[in-house]
Each structure stands twice: as structure tokens, then as C-alpha cells.
């Protein structure tokens, strides 16, 4: 059922208000605060007054301007869409107040916090994106809105690691938007709103074509192996800013860019037929086993979690290329499952940072007795991400190898039990030398991380044992997901 | 006596005769001038609006002076892209508002003489309008003198010695360009006997003579206005004459007179299209390729440049190539989207134009370097100015995105996808310099103290790049309607004639 409703509109606008108001009145301390969090809460709550409609199948759906012929913009809130607004919203909240410990000290908060409120809005004007033309806009606005936080330090390494992602991604936008004209062109249309709107009678070579460029703009900011060149340098930007990267909104946008193009553009019953994506899994599952091998040399912890950045997110790439029901609700899961996993780990990289000033992997002996809560979370999102039972990555692997034994395709379970294995051998080094092994010269003292750094961790580690659990309660993101892929198979 | 027939003649005779009584006027105070030359575009504009609308009842329509009919008298014609008639007035009466203030910034020798500024400009819009609206081929060249010689006088008022070179350039390859229109119109009035353009389509159709002539006048005129629009390779006038001329001249040249070559090409192409003598394929993928490499190499200039008008002046090459390729493409969504952002472009570029010089006026500093951090201080006109790249970039809802999109498609519906690719890298590439200047005007220190000081522009120079500023956003809301009311013209331009 369709409802107008100007909320899948309000939601990024009311947000990109705030982070008006934040470069206006963001000189004082506490008028910047409260624009911030009032940034994030009222998107949030936007948001979650949708969330009860979008579990009824209620989809929301508002046109802005139609400037001609079907090209316009246009909002609407699917299931789809709702649970990518929602992941990015709520962990926007805790995020938020993270940045605002973390960066107490720093000079240049006006812009870093104006742009950071900018970011998520953006990212929400993604998820509901109506046509590819929407999506593309505010997909070249996050761009955009992250160069300056990127940059943010603005060392010679920090302004090289930016303007490689600026060329990176701008070229990626280049393609999907020859993509999308080339789609109009096609089919006369460009909407989201259906489960694929191509067909076969436009020829193969030319849905290819499409295919192919649509993929690998979104691929580049997915960080695709090999067009993942600019994540592990963006390293350098402050810790709330990788986790806004590499857990809510960059790469994010990209997997979900993939996603459109496979439901929503292209359709599974064409892909189905034509075979396209048998060479995407491929690369995708490439990309989690050699990503993966990578980031057991990294002795830098946050060039680490790059790496495994870099590999979690083709699993929704993967899972998205199986074209089973089962496979698609694992790639739709895996948002929220990886996004709170991994902004965990982000969090904890930070905090210890920022308490100890320790950053490489080498010199944590001995921290999880300094900082047992962070350590725990630390560990709680490692289990996860090796796929262990009641962590929410359990889910992702379990419908990931249904969807494989769905497909036929059994190497996909080879893919998953490797990758678990690697995820274990770069990760629980980590929590082994954190717990068992004792620090080097005196043992330091309890001495965890500050409130506001602390709490958000702790939050984000409760939800990913929140997410593995609750699977079947209603009312979940899990039910979101299950909406989106009835409505994908046209179940 | 009612007007109603008679606006078409009115619009060609006022700017030009408004112009010859400037310096007269110029007599009675200081003042006058603008004032004159404000009330003359005013009357223009207001004819231009009268035929704007009546071609929206009517369709095309004919005015035939003193009752001469054609082929014999010299006949004035008003179709759909005679409607850009509409921006050029605009344009004009908000560089002459615009001028009022900043004439006082001009070199000392031109500071004592703006009457004839004025008449400058006021025949430049005469001219333009003439050239528009004309339907016989020697007014035409008529008209684009008179258009030309202005520009070349008008360049120089920029009074450094680069704008002494720059204008002798442009005057240089504008004189050769003219010649080869004036030859090639000689070449047709051989082979048809008749200067009305109607006529030689007419004659031209079903002509059973040696066709060699034709064919020699048709490359004569693509080159000679291929020229006067900047066409790479054609292109190496501009950049050096538009950055030196004043600002608000700056903004008619390169809105609207560059665009004259442009229509001037449409003008041949409905000669020849019409007449069907040749199939023009060639002709257009020369033209494709012209355009494309101008878009890539105009917009790659641009994003090196230090010099803001330099940049704006790069991306006019890169625009022209837009609506070239557009041109060449020869499908329906091309030549629409080339035709309307001919009109749009001038609405952007003006827009750009106006707000660099009202910084450029305030401040006196012209690079990206200098004019760091001017964003905070001169936050209305830095607004106009983003709103313009934001537009001249194409990104919606702005004015410069539908015609990009329908010149993309156009190249998808004529099977070139490889030029929907250079299109769109054009726009990135221009969006880089986009990001370099926002940053600058923005996030940057300044490093002048009059840069951090300066106020925001005068009215008289606010106003007129706040309402182009917001026709940018307004007609890429409502794109819809000039995309609309341009068909017809384009469906006659590429039908041949009683077919």
C-alpha cells in the first residue's frame, strides 16, 4: 500500500536544517551541541515514526518536482530503504555523541561538525532515494560532505588520502549517472519503486552495459577489490569519521547502490536469465578471502579494521549477486549486522587512542585489564564478526550459506568458512594479547576511556548481541528485511 | 495606434537608435546615460516580452518593413529560437543596471567616456537582437557586425594592455570569421538569386546545378560561425577576451554573443537540412567531435586556472561545445537540450559573471588565492556565485541540469554512448573547480584584510545577480516549459522542406 507523505521528504531536510544551523551558530559550545543532537534525534524519530507503517507494508512516498518526462525527484520510504535509514539514523544518535568526546580539543569544530551532521542526512536522503537520479544526487552529496572531514587534519598524508578519494568516488558518480541517462534512454523511466524495471528486449549487450557501469560506480565507493584503493589511506581522518566511513554512510551507500541496481533496477528474474552476476559473486568473494589476508599484516589497528571493512562489505555484494530470497535477506541484515559490529571496533580503536595513545595492534598487551569495558566490546564484536552464534553475524553467515545451498552454488560456503577462519586469525590476537597477555613494564591501572566515549561503544556492543538474538521477535529490523525481500520476489 | 504588428520592427530599432542619442543625451548631466540607456532596454525588453508572447498564441510569424514583401523587401522573421530574444534583453538591462556602479572601477581613459560605454553596449544587444530575429541572410551579417565591432571596442574598455591584445585577437579571428560568412552568403546569392533564408531553402531544394558552390558556402559558414562561437579549435580569442573586459561586459559576451554563432549554425542548418542537398553526417560528427573535445579540453583548462573570469571564460568553451555536440547529435533530445541551453547558459554564465565582478569590484582581487575566505564576507553575492556553479556544473534542481541530461540522451538516442561519457566527465571536471572555489571562498583564511573586510556588493550590482541567480533555480524547476515550447522549432528545424 502506497501513502503520500511528505516524512520520507522531511526526514534528510529537517537534519540538513540542523547542520545549517550548526555552521551558523556553531562557534558556541553548547548552540552547536544542540543543533547536532537535535540533527541526529529528530532524523531518528522521523525515522522511527514511519518504522510501525513500513512493518504493516505501508510504503511512504513523496514527489517533489517532476521536471520532464520522468525525470525528477522523489522520495519514498520501502522496507528497503526504511532499514537502511534506519541503521544509519539510530547509530547517527550514538555516533554523534562519540564525535562530541572525541573531538573536545580540536580547533576546527564548527566544520567538522557541520559536515558530519551533513553526512548522515545525506545518507538518509540515499535510502529513500525514489529514482536513480534522487539517489545519485545525494550520493554525489556525501561525496562531497566527506572530503572535509577526510581532510580534516589537513597534513600533507590527510590532503593526498583525500584527494584520492575525491577521484576515486567522483569517477565512480560519473559512471552511475552514464548508468542512470543510460537506463532513461532504455526504459523511459527511472524509478526505485519496482522490483526491476528493465527487460529483456533491450538487448543483452546493452543491459551489460548498464550493468556494468551502474556496478562499478557503486563498486568504487563499496571499496571493491580493486577499486578500494582510497579506504585504507582515509585512515587518517579522525576516528568518528572512519566509523561514519567504513560503518554508516560511504561504503554503505555504495553496497546499497549495488543493492538498488540488483532489486530494484535490473530486477532477479532478469539477472536471473542473463548471468551477470556470476562474475560480481566472484569478485566479491575474492575480495573477503584476499581483504581479509591483507589485514592480518596490518599492525596498525585502524588500517586493520580497514581491511576488514573492506571484506565485510562484499558480503553484502555477495549475497546480493545470489539472487535467493534467503541470500537477499543476509545482504539486507548484513547493514545493520556489520554497521554496529564494526563501529564498535571503530569506537573502541578511538577510545583507546585517546586514553592510552596506543594505535598499533603490538602495543595492546595487557589493555583489556586497563580498559576491561571497551575490551569487552571489543571482543563482543570480534565474535560477531567470526560468525559465532547469538552475535548478529551468526545471521549473516547462516542466510548467506542458505542462499548458497539455494542457489546450487556450494563454493559460497567454502568462501564463508574461510573467511570465518580469517576473521578469527585477525582478530582474536586482539583480544588474546588485550586479556592474556600481561603488559609490558608496570602494569598500568584501571583506567577506562570517558563517558562519552565509553557509553556509545558499550550501546553499539549490546545491540549486536540485541541483533543475533531478537531475529524473530516482531517489530525488529529483521522483520524490515524480511518485508524488503517479499517485496524484491514479488512474494 | 496599435502596436501589436509593429514590436518586431520596434525591438531591432530601439536598442540601435537608443545607442546613436547616448553621447547626445550625455550633454545634460553626468547621469543621464544610464539612465537612458536603462529606459531603452527597457522599451526592448518589453517589446521582447510582447513577442515572447505572441509567439506563444501563434507561432512563428513575419514582419515585412514598409510593406516590401519577400523575397524582395528585407523581411524580419521571429520562430521559436528567436525567443532568446527574451534572455538577451534580460541579460542586457541587468548589465546596464549592473554597469552604473561598476563603470566608476573602469581605467581613467574610459572613466570620462561612458556614453559611449553605453552606446557599446546598447548596439552589442541591438545587434544580437537584429541578428536573432532577421530572416534574410545579408542582415544577418549586417547585424553580426555591428555585434562584432562592439564586443571588440567593448573589450578593450578593460583598458590593461592585456585587453588592448586581447581585443586586437579577437578582432583578428572576428574579422576572418566574418569574411567567410560574408563570402559564403555571396556563394549562395549566386547560386539562388534571393537573400531571404526561406527563399534560398526553397530554391536550394530540388537544385539541379553543379553543387560544389553550396557545398564550399555551407563549410565557410559552419567555420566563419563555428568562430564567433568558440568552436575548438576556433576558440583561441576568447578566453583572454572575455577575463579582460569589464565584468558585466564580460557576462554579455559570453552569455549571449558567443551564442550567436550558434544560432547563426542553426540558421545554416535549417538552410541546408531544409534543402536536403546534402546529407549532412559528416558535417555533424565533425561537428560532435568539435564539440566534445571542447567540452573536455574547456573544462580541464578551467579547473587549472587561478584567475576566476579565466576559469568562467574556459567553461563558456566548454558550454559552446555542449550545445555544439548537441547540435551535431541531430536527434530530437539533442538539438532540444543544445537549443535550450543556449538560453540557459546565458541565464548561468551572466549569473557567474556578475557576482565575480561584484567581488572583483569590492575587493580588486581576481584569483582563487586572494579571494580567500571572501565567502564569509560577501555572503549574498558568494550565494548567487554558488548557485551559478552549482548550475553550470548541472546538478538538479538547477538550470544547466535537464538540457546536460537531454544532450546525454540525445547522444544515447543517436547511438553514440561514448559522447554521453564526455559529457558527463566535462561536468566533473568542472565540479572540481566547483569544490576549489567553495573551499576557497569558504573554509580558507583570508589573506587579504580587504577581502575579510569587504562589504557585501550595492544594490545595483546584488540585484541583478540575485535575480539571475534565482531564474537559475527557477528554470531548472521548471525546465519543463522551455524544453516544451522549443519542440516545434527543432521538429522543423530537422524536417526537410514539404516532407
Known sequence: MEVVDIRPLLAPAMSFACAGMVFLFGRKTHWRRFWMLSAATIKMLIVLSMLPGSLQGVVYTFDLVDFTGGIGLGFRADALGMFFALVSSSLWVATTVYAIGYMREDEKRVRFFGFFALCVSTTVGIAFAENLLTFFLFYEMLTICTYPLVI????????????????????????????????????????????????????????????????????????????????????????????????????????????????????????????????????????????????????????????????????????????????????????????????????????????????????????????????????????????????????????ISLGALESGQWWFLLVMITSSLLNAAYFLPIVYLAFFKPARGAAAPMKEARPTLLVPTLVCAIWVIALGTTSEVAGMPFSLAEAAVRFVFRM | MHLWPHWLALIVLTPLVGAALTPVVALIDRRTPTWWALSTMTVTSFAATMLVLRIFHEGPFSYVPGGWTAPYGIELHFDEFSAVVGVICLVGWLAVLFSSRYTDSLPEFARGRTPYYYTLLLLNCGGMIGFTVTGDLFNLFVFMEVLSLSGYALVAVGGERIAEMAAFKYLLMGAISSLLVLFAIGFLYGITGTLNIADVTARLHGFEGPTAPAAVALGMLVVGFATKAAVFPLHVWLPDAHAAAPSPVSAVLSGLVVKVGVIGMIRVYRIYYGSGMFDLTVLNLVLIWLGAISIVMGAFFAVFQDDVKLMLAYSTISNIGYIVMGLGLATTYGVIGASVHIFNHALIKATLFFAVGAIIYRTGYRTLTDLRGVGRAMPLTAVALSVGAISIVGIPPTAGFLCKWYIALGAFQADRPFFGFVLIFGALLIFIYYIRMVNAFYFREPVHAEVAEAKDAPVSMLLPTLVLASLCLIMGILGRVPLTFIEPGVARLLAPLGG
Open chain 1, 152 to 399: 580534516h587534519y589537513e597534513t600533507p598524508e590527510a590532503l593526498s588520502a583525500g584527494r584520492a578519494y575525491l577521484t576515486y568516488t567522483l569517477i565512480g558518480g560519473a559512471f552511475v549517472l552514464v548508468g542512470t541517462v543510460m537506463v532513461h534512454d532504455a526504459t523511459g523511466t527511472i524509478s526505485l519503486g519496482h522490483p526491476g524495471i528493465l527487460d529483456a528486449g533491450i538487448g543483452t549487450g546493452r543491459l551489460g552495459f548498464i550493468f556494468g557501469l551502474l556496478v562499478i560506480g557503486f563498486a568504487t565507493k563499496a571499496a571493491l577489490m580493486p577499486l578500494h584503493g582510497w579506504l585504507p589511506r582515509a585512515m587518517v581522518a579522525p576516528t568518528p569519521v572512519s566509523a561514519l566511513l567504513h560503518a554508516v554512510a560511504v561504503v554503505k551507500a555504495g553496497a546499497f547502490g549495488i543493492v538498488r541496481t540488483v532489486y530494484n533496477v535490473f530486477g532477479v528474474d532478469l539477472l536471473d536469465g542473463l548471468g551477470f552476476t556470476l562474475p560480481l559473486a566472484a569478485l566479491a568473494a575474492f575480495t573477503i578471502i584476499t581483504a581479509s589476508v591483507i589485514a592480518i599484516f596490518q599492525d596498525d589497528l585502524k588500517r586493520r579494521l580497514a581491511y576488514s571493512t573492506i571484506s565485510q562489505i562484499s558480503y553484502i555484494v555477495l549475497a546480493a549477486s545470489m539472487l535467493t530470497p534467503f541470500a537477499a535477506t543476509a545482504a539486507i541484515v548484513h547493514f545493520a549486522n556489520q554497521a554496529l559490529a564494526k563501529i564498535t571496533m571503530f569506537f573502541v580503536a578511538g577510545a583507546i587512542q585517546r586514553t592510552t595513545g596506543k594505535t598499533n595492534v603490538h602495543e595492546l598487551a595487557g589493555i583489556g585489564h586497563q580498559m576491561p569495558w571497551t575490551m569487552g566490546a571489543f571482543t563482543v564484536a570480534s565474535l560477531s564478526f567470526i560468525g559465532m552464534p547469538l552475535f548478529a553475524g551468526f545471521i549473516t553467515k547462516w542466510y
